[in-house]
């Protein structure tokens, strides 16, 4: 009992103060503390094509970046709903989310869909906006790093993801571990820009 409430104390505390926030998490944010994961902060931002929403902890961002202008919903720890992709900023991979309905659930295989440059072109001009918006460094470097990746991303070479949508790796990828390396390569981009 006294642990809950201790935790619930420091939720307050913590919500009062900008302090408790990493540097890497704008002015504004909301704050959450679950039992599980501790504190975590969400917020959103919508532009003229699109949106961007993240939900971030010290040591990483899970960024959804959607093309539909409405962008509905509010970010907790799921997704939101629309046309777009999740970067997670631990793993460096891209997921193309809601441009189909979901296949196949193991990751790692060739995915059956492809994104067109039109595509690729709208999700890049979102990350512009948003990165001319950007409050904080590690906003800025999650976005570059966003938009490098969507610059060379093969459309019609994606591999399938664990949820059901296909990623921006490509056969080469998983066959040379290339995922692998970029984790560890990219892991700490949120926090420390390497």
């Not at 595509?119 to 590690?138: C, F, H, M, P, Y």
């Not at 059901?164 to 790796?169: I, R």
Request: contains cysteine; glycine residues 10%.
């Amino acid at each position: 009992m006294s642990k809950n409430l201790a935790a619930i104390l420091m939720l307050f505390l913590c919500a009062g103060l900008s302090g408790c926030a990493p540097a890497a998490i704008p002015f504004g944010a909301s704050i959450h503390w679950g039992l599980k994961g501790g504190f975590y902060w969400t917020w959103t931002r919508r532009f003229e094509h699109g949106c961007v929403a993240w939900m971030a902890k010290e040591g990483y961002a899970s960024v959804d970046l959607l093309v539909d202008s409405r962008c509905e919903g509010r970010r907790e720890l799921g997704y939101l709903d629309g046309p777009g992709i999740n970067y997670f900023s631990s793993s460096d991979e891209i997921v193309f989310r809601d441009y189909w309905p979901r296949g196949e659930m193991v990751g790692g295989n060739p995915c059956a869909h492809q994104i067109s440059e039109a595509q690729i072109a709208a999700l890049r001009r979102v990350a512009s906006e948003a990165l001319a918006e950007a409050k904080t460094d590690g906003e800025r470097r999650v976005l570059r790093r966003i938009d490098e990746r969507l610059s060379v991303v093969k459309g019609d070479a994606l591999m399938t993801y664990h949820g059901g949508w296909c990623s921006d790796l490509t056969q080469e990828d998983w066959a040379a571990e290339t995922a692998r390396r970029s984790q560890t390569t990219w892991q700490d981009s949120w926090r420390d820009g390497r």
